[in-house]
């Protein structure tokens, strides 16, 4: 057996992630369209930046980049516990959600396990069962691309290791309201890990949505995944985290390598947490840029689904594809979600107003 059949064996399920133009660095996009002006709309970011107070507390940190950071990063652990009225052991660093995802899944997941995860979610859930030889199992959205969580229920065999849901969902926006989420956790397994990845949920605004928090102390049997990647807009710094019962955190602190969260991510990350008008100020922007788009959709005839992110989620009606590369003839990227069996569906991520409107201007151009 050569070396690449011993490669191509080890993962015949995972793909690299930059696979597609979408993915590529700005930078790259400029030289590859050949335009002074890319606007990337594809990856969720929050234009606004991230909070001064942070990129001061970052400034400081890298004097003290001679040094290992705290592995546990109790100063976090403990501003974050006191925000979310949890006790500190149940607060778990991790370097990004997609970290965080991965350990849960290398802590929890044996080959052959079954992985339940809707079809139309966030992929890193398949990509971390993949990893570890375990079994994605899809169940298709219900409704207008609604989580089905009777279906999930009824997919749930004596292999079920894990459910992953995503609230609010990435690539729709849509929500899995409160009622619906406390009417599951009841019906599942005890012995199944329920995933609940809340990376938007600082964004969300459906009366019905609230954070999964509140039922770590009934259930231990959940894990919420957060990031400091969207709202905050840390996404280069790479911290995300974890809340769960101490009998899964400490699990995962077996796993997790003794530095995982760099100094730097962890005091932007802090300082952060103190600057609710930053974070006011993203919500607000991206408010203003989900009415510019909705209008616009509106005009156009388009469906979209009113979103609980930082993104929307659209039904254009044409080949997605060939929107996309009108689009990124003109500078804009988009996501294509052709992958989701959604071949005329787009999303486009809340940029700043000009590149919302630059957006917003180069499809009706396109049209
Ligand atoms: C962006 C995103 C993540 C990844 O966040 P990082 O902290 O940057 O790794 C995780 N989950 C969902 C649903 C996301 O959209």
């Known amino acids: 057996m050569n070396i690449e059949t011993v490669v191509r064996k080890v993962y015949p399920n995972l793909t690299p992630y930059v696979c597609q133009m979408a993915d590529y660095p700005v930078e790259e996009l400029k030289k590859i369209l050949q335009k002074e002006n890319v606007y990337k709309l594809s990856f969720n970011e929050n234009p606004f930046g991230p909070s001064s107070k942070a990129i001061q507390a970052m400034e400081q940190a890298i004097r003290a980049s001679n040094l290992y950071p705290s592995s546990r990063g109790e ?24 970290d965080m995802i991965n ?6 997941l044996e080959p052959e ?22 079994v994605p199992v899809k169940v298709p959205m219900s409704g207008q691309l609604d989580t089905d969580l009777e279906g999930i229920l009824q ?4 292999k079920t290791k894990m459910i992953c849901l995503c609230n609010p969902n990435n690539p729709t926006g849509a929500i899995i309201s409160d009622e619906q989420m406390g009417a599951f956790l009841k019906r599942v397994p005890k012995n199944i890990i329920v995933i609940i990845d809340e990376a938007y949920y600082e964004y969300a605004n459906d009366p019905e949505f609230s954070t999964a928090v509140k039922y770590i102390s009934d259930y231990e049997n959940i894990l919420i995944v957060r990031t400091f990647s969207k709202i905050y807009s840390l996404a280069s710094a790479r911290i995300g985290y974890g809340i769960g019962s ?3 955190t400490e699990a995962i602190h077996h796993v997790r390598p003794p530095f995982n969260v760099n100094g730097i991510a962890q005091a932007g990350a802090l300082a952060s947490l103190n600057d609710l008008e930053h974070v006011q100020a993203s919500k607000q922007l991206n408010e203003e840029g989900k009415q510019l788009l909705y209008g616009a959709f509106e005009q156009l005839g388009f469906e979209y689904i009113r979103s609980n992110g930082n993104f929307v989620y659209v039904d254009t009606n044409m080949n997605g594809e060939h929107l996309f590369q ?22 486009v991520s809340i940029g700043k107003e000009e590149e919302t409107k630059a957006f917003i201007d180069a499809l009706h151009e396109v049209l």
């Open 75 to 98: 100063e976090l652990q403990e501003v974050i516990a006191s925000k979310e009225g949890v006790q500190r052991e149940q607060v778990l660093l991790s370097n990004g959600a997609d």
């Open 103 to 108: 350990l849960a899944a290398q802590t929890f």
């Open 113 to 134: 396990d079954e992985v339940i995860m809707p079809t139309v979610t966030f992929v890193q859930y398949e990509a971390a069962a993949h990893l570890m030889g375990a």
């Open 155 to 158: 997919s749930v065999t004596e």
């Open 246 to 248: 101490v009998v899964l």
């Open 326 to 347: 009108e689009l990124a003839q003109k500078g804009i990227i988009v996501r294509v979600l052709k992958g989701y069996g959604l071949p005329t569906s787009l999303r």
